[in-house]
């Protein structure tokens, strides 16, 4: 029986590839690809110029763009049994942007891959935020102050900016102008700073949220210091 891997490929920057997801990749002879909308991922444009995937076999997992709960548990059901019939005579590395231990829907399938009687090893990578805090050299944490993570559409938000150590909020997307409008608010412009498609070709570095125009895309880390 094959074995499922969770690869993370890093965070754009193909170089940021461990050679651990490296060596997994070229030794699964199947390469499952997430994927919306139809369309090739990042993930997959990451790992094709560090590994020749010429000879896998390449399966796409598709994903609706939903919250409805239903709707998502009965698709981690379908990808995990697609999954699965690969992995009858074939060890099969899901891809993942940045670390697939972070927001990655992996985690659900990977459960399900599980309870199905097949082993999954993860295979951990460079997160967003800690190329971003790279990128703009700034420490994420230091001494005894925490670090906390948090998804934009979290209930708790506007709450946990008053949190103390640094904040690294994500997924915000088309969502940023409201983000930053609330940071305005709290006093936060001047202490967060912005990475917009962190290692990729296009990529943008803000020091400070207030040099954003406009929108931002999906890849976009804000990172508040403590302002200390």
């Given at each position: 029986m094959?074995?499922?891997?969770?690869?993370?490929?890093?965070?754009?920057?193909?170089?940021?590839?461990?050679?651990?997801?490296?060596?997994?990749?070229?030794?699964?002879?199947v390469i499952a690809v997430p994927r919306t909308s139809g369309s090739n991922t990042l993930a997959l444009s990451i790992a094709e110029s560090?590994?020749?995937?010429?000879?896998?076999?390449?399966?796409?997992?598709?994903?609706?763009?939903s919250?409805?709960?239903?709707?998502?548990?009965a698709n981690y059901d379908k990808a995990a049994k697609q999954l699965c019939?690969?992995?009858?005579?074939?060890?099969?590395?899901?891809?993942?942007?940045?670390?697939?231990?972070?927001y990655s829907t992996f985690s659900y399938i990977a459960e399900r891959v599980r309870?199905?009687?097949?082993?999954?090893?993860?295979?951990?990578?460079?997160?967003?935020?800690?190329?971003?805090?790279?990128l703009l050299g700034k420490p994420l944490c230091l001494g005894r102050k925490p670090l906390h993570i948090i998804p934009y559409d979290c209930e708790e938000l506007e709450e946990m900016l008053e949190l103390s150590g640094t904040k690294v909020i994500?997924?915000?997307?088309?969502?940023?102008?409201?983000?930053?409008?609330?940071?305005?608010?709290?006093?936060?412009?001047?202490?967060?700073?912005?990475?917009?498609?962190?290692?990729?070709?296009?990529?943008?570095?803000?020091?400070s949220c207030g040099e954003v125009s406009n929108e931002t895309g999906y890849f976009t880390v804000f990172i508040i210091s403590d302002g200390e």
């Open positions: 094959g074995k499922l891997y969770g690869v993370s490929v890093g965070a754009g920057d193909p170089q940021l590839m461990t050679l651990k997801a490296v060596q997994i990749i070229r030794e699964c002879s560090v590994c020749d995937l010429s000879v896998k076999r390449i399966i796409y997992v598709d994903f609706p763009m919250r409805d709960e239903n709707v998502l548990n019939a690969e992995l009858g005579s074939n060890d099969a590395a899901m891809l993942a942007l940045g670390d697939i231990s972070v309870r199905l009687g097949f082993d999954v090893e993860i295979c951990p990578g460079v997160t967003s935020f800690s190329a971003a805090a790279a994500m997924k915000a997307g088309k969502n940023s102008v409201e983000l930053i409008e609330l940071l305005r608010r709290k006093g936060l412009v001047e202490h967060t700073s912005v990475a917009v498609n962190c290692g990729l070709p296009d990529e943008r570095l803000y020091r």
